[in-house]
């Protein structure tokens, strides 16, 4: 079965600073996809980044990228540049394509708090 | 934007009252999903369902069921509510999500605002 690990259930980051986030992942699989999801005071899921497994780049959008270690298993989300509004519950979460029906595995979520 | 409506946002139930949760998506998507959250768990799957009529279970359903009669709505409901079943649900559906420059997509779950359930 396919798990997601967050080890870090909560950080703190100056304003303006980098910061990574943790995610370490368990599949026997080949072809996955992982993804980050952002989740701020107000509720909604918030798509951020998405890692194919063949991809051979780490992934970037914007501020946002994924130091993606295919070999560790691990998908880091590296914030550049913090800010006060990055603040938020952050989880990564795992894809199998080839089980289109129970394909999302979520982990517990990092609590980001960027202070001023 | 998928579209995805979910009802009520907010909800106070009494111990042992059926609930009813909806979920309205405007785009035709054939596969819609119900998750809860619970601090300490991230998301887990209750329901899904793969078409009109067709679902299936996930790692957490005792105490819920589901129904779609069209393609457009997914209704969640807790035929006996528990203090248990306390939670923030979260409706989703999978569709694309495009990286930039056309360099690809995955699809991943695009999820509707969320309704928070409260079992007294």
């Known amino acids: 079965a396919q798990k997601i690990t967050q080890t870090q259930p909560g950080m703190f980051v100056q304003e303006k600073e980098a910061v990574t986030l943790d995610c370490t992942y368990d599949?026997?699989?080949?072809?996955?996809?992982l993804f980050w999801y952002k989740q701020p005071s107000s509720g909604e899921m918030i798509f951020l980044i998405y890692q194919g497994s063949y991809d051979e780049q780490n992934a970037t959008e914007g501020r946002y990228s994924l130091n993606f270690q295919k070999a560790r298993k691990s998908a880091n989300l590296v914030i550049s540049a913090s800010q006060l509004g990055d603040s938020a519950m952050y989880f990564c979460?795992?894809?199998?394509?080839?089980?289109?029906?129970?394909?999302?595995?979520f982990g517990p979520g990092t609590r980001l708090s960027v202070l001023p | 934007d998928a579209g995805i409506t979910q009802s009520p946002r907010h909800k106070v139930t009494e111990t042992g009252t059926p609930v009813t949760l909806r979920c309205h998506q405007t785009e035709n998507h054939r596969y819609m999903y119900w998750y809860r959250q619970d601090p300490g768990h991230g998301l887990r799957l209750i329901h899904y369902?793969?078409?009109?009529?067709?679902?299936d279970k996930g790692e957490v359903s005792d105490g819920y069921s589901v129904s779609r009669s069209k393609t457009e709505d997914f209704l969640l409901t807790l035929e006996s509510a528990t203090s248990s079943q306390t939670s923030v649900y979260f409706c989703?559906?999978?569709?694309?999500?495009?990286?930039?420059?056309?360099?690809?997509?995955?699809?991943?779950?695009?999820f509707g605002s969320g309704t928070r359930l409260t079992v007294v």
């Open positions: 599949t026997s699989d080949q072809s996955y996809g």
């Open positions: 979460a795992m894809r199998d394509p080839d089980n289109y029906g129970q394909n999302f595995v």
């Open positions: 989703a559906i999978s569709e694309p999500l495009f990286r930039p420059a056309g360099s690809g997509a995955g699809y991943g779950y695009t």
């Open positions: 369902s793969y078409g009109v009529k067709d679902t």
